[in-house]
């Protein structure tokens, strides 16, 4: 495996210690945004996969897609045939938009490419979060030309999955809740 390079293994780790103060949501969006905007990401969105019968709309902690673009996914359903979200649904890893083969993409799907390449997304990368409970979640970042090099997409996972974190503790804190619920029993002193 090749070895992180030290300017993306430095972006990371100031990534990681700026954020882990930080309880408010427009805070963590300013860092969010330097750090994928410093490789060419300009889009970022975080969001769980909603449960059946439940909207995307509902599901979305963090978005700067444009409004269109985002109301048009959701209006249309893309997620539906999202042939990223089909992928990562199968593999449970990063997938780039430009590694999913053409002969994957149907006609219907292709569309979702073309509606974002004109709101200025030409490439990007889908990060999924599996909760504990077996839950996914999504972290995504597109851009104009970003960088898609493998130090970038082990940067960029590691950045979605400690965004996603931060966005659902600043929920919390929101919410007015100190820690997350718990679903499992705690070990006994035996």
Known sequence: ??????????????????MRDVGDHAEISRCMNRN??????????????PSPGQSLKNSVLFNTRPREYTERYIAK???????????????????????IPAAEIS????????????????????????????SI???????DGPDISA??????????????QFLQRAARVTAG???PPTSTAPLTNR
């Open 177 to 179: 809740l100190s820690n």
């Open 36 to 49: 994928v905007g410093s490789m060419g990401y300009c889009f970022v969105s975080v969001w769980d996969f």
């Open 137 to 143: 979640s999504i972290f995504s970042a597109s851009g």
């Open 107 to 134: 006609k219907e799907a292709a569309r979702i490419f073309r509606e974002a390449e004109e709101f200025g997304a030409t490439n990007g990368i889908v990060v999924p979060i599996v909760s504990a409970s077996g």
């Open 1 to 18: 495996m090749p070895e992180l390079r030290d300017d993306y293994r430095n972006r990371i780790l100031d990534f990681i210690d700026g």
């Open 77 to 99: 359903n893309y997620a539906a045939i999202d042939p990223l979200l089909r992928t990562v649904r199968r593999t449970l890893s990063p997938v780039v938009w430009s590694d």
């Open 151 to 164: 130090g970038a997409r082990r940067a960029l996972e590691i950045i979605g999955i400690f965004s996603h």
